[in-house]
């Protein structure tokens, strides 16, 4: 799949798509700085474009035929740690809903902090988007349980032509890991799987990491640390604090243990702790942020998703800062890269969600094996339309009838397929809340036999 990046900044998003394996052939950002960033790491497809005018870009897209269109329209109108008052900002995610009409890719995948729900812009994007005819997933993940160790809560919605919404919701919860990242997970083989070895004379290096070059081996190298042995600042600080500071907004927690995902990566993040929170700490900080290590850039950068020997020299420091607090990290992308193409190839379908069996059972009197023949019919039927999930109930049952493997089937089973599937978008159509439900079928209504 071919795919175009707005506000791309320094890669984050193209990288994880690439990882995924998708083609991107497009990439285009405002800030100069970042766009030089993005070029020296993945390419010189990436363009310098005021995403405003609309005029200019539209046709450029439409032209680049992408079936996917990305971006993350800047958050700071609606970000926690911002005022919130929208302006010029929040109305490029107008831009970039207004760029996807034009275009009208198969796919579009947007990233916006969770307050960009409550925004006017949003709700004006969101109205234009489903005219386009999109079915939306609109869901808020958190970074630490798609390969990042950054409790990091993003909205992202993902969006397909026809489709019904809430289509990939159970898609995106399966690629879910088990148990959150943490900086440890993260770290483990360049800090933790660290090894001495006995310096030459005092001052220099004693404890190196697995990830690089070891030292020239001589006959003393082999001697055990010893308990008086003193770090070099070069050596694995980081582990062996075994705490870190970030800075905090309003009155969050600083320091944090290795075993945690550190928090959401900020500009600010790895300043040293000011005299404020030395003087009045968190509660809950498991050590005296003196004692805890202040993050490198790299080791930020790193937690923000971007591999080591990530190329910043094209900007200045201070916007490198900016540029990885902006970024979209990139294992999270390529997870939800995967989970789209997935989708795309029909190797997945979506799960039959709420009380589908049980408005069976007592709207309509099914035993529970016919309770199950009904779930199982409906998972057929997805798996025949390759996981496709119209928004017209008609619309669907006209695909299955023209899908190659479906007319290939006994004329039985073809119409307990259709009849399972009618089922299911009459239970999707009434109200979930309060709703009366009959306890035997009414007239005219047979169950589906086992």
């Known amino acids: ?23 991107v052939v497009a990439a285009y950002d405002s800030w100069q700085g970042a766009v030089d960033v993005y070029r020296a790491n993945l390419g010189g497809y990436v363009r310098q474009a005021d995403l405003k005018d609309i005029f200019a870009i539209g046709p450029t897209l439409a032209a680049l035929a992408p079936d996917l269109i990305v971006g993350g329209p800047p958050c700071q109108d609606f970000s926690a740690a911002g005022e919130r008052i929208e302006g010029e900002r929040a109305g490029l995610t107008r831009a970039f809903a207004m760029l996807v009409c034009i275009a009208r890719p198969k796919w579009f995948l947007m990233e916006n902090v969770p307050l960009a729900t409550r925004s006017q812009a949003w709700a004006d994007a969101r109205a234009m988007l489903v005219k386009a005819g999109y079915g ?65 004379m005092p001052g220099k290096r004693g404890v190196w990491s697995t990830a690089e070059p070891a030292p020239t081996m001589r006959g003393s190298s082999r001697r055990p640390m010893p308990g008086s042995y003193q770090p070099h600042p070069a050596d694995a600080a980081l582990v062996e604090a075994g705490a870190f500071y970030t800075r905090p907004y309003y009155e969050g927690r600083g320091v944090r243990t290795l075993d945690e995902p550190a928090p959401s ?18 509660p809950a900080d498991p050590v005296p942020a003196t004692a805890a290590a202040v993050l490198t850039q790299e080791q930020v950068s790193r937690i923000q998703g971007f591999p080591t020997g990530w ?65 199982s019919r409906v998972n057929r039927a997805r798996r025949l339309l390759g996981g496709r999930t119209f928004a017209d109930a008609a619309a669907e049952l006209a695909a299955l009838d023209t899908a190659e493997a479906f007319a290939a089937l006994p004329t039985g089973t073809r119409s307990d ?22 306890a035997v079928p009414p007239a005219g209504v047979k169950a589906v036999a086992a």
């Open 311 to 375: 190329d910043w020299s094209a900007a200045a420091v201070r916007d490198v800062d900016q540029m990885i607090a902006n970024a979209v990290p990139a294992p999270m992308a390529e997870a939800i890269g995967g989970v789209i193409l997935a989708r795309e190839a029909g190797e997945s379908i979506p799960e039959i969600q709420g009380r589908f069996g049980e408005w069976l059972r007592r709207s309509r009197g099914f035993s529970k094996q016919a309770i199950r023949n009904a779930k």
């Open 136 to 200: 939306l997933t609109e869901t808020k993940l958190n970074a630490s349980f798609y390969g990042v160790p950054q409790d990091r809560k993003r909205l992202f919605v993902i969006g397909r032509l026809g489709e019904a919404d809430g289509f990939l919701e159970s898609a995106l919860a399966a690629a879910r890991s088990c148990q959150p990242m943490t900086v440890r997970d993260m770290l483990g083989n360049a800090l933790g799987n660290a090894f001495y070895v006995h310096p030459r």
């Open 1 to 23: 799949m071919r795919a175009v990046e707005l506000f791309a900044g320094a890669g984050g998003m193209s990288l994880g798509l690439k990882g995924a394996g998708f083609e």
């Open 265 to 282: 990566v900020i500009r600010t993040t790895r300043e040293r702790p000011r005299p404020k929170y030395l003087a009045n700490p968190h």
């Open 417 to 438: 397929l259709r009849a399972a599937l009618r089922l299911y978008r009459e239970w999707q159509a009434e109200p979930k809340r309060g709703r009366k439900v009959e």
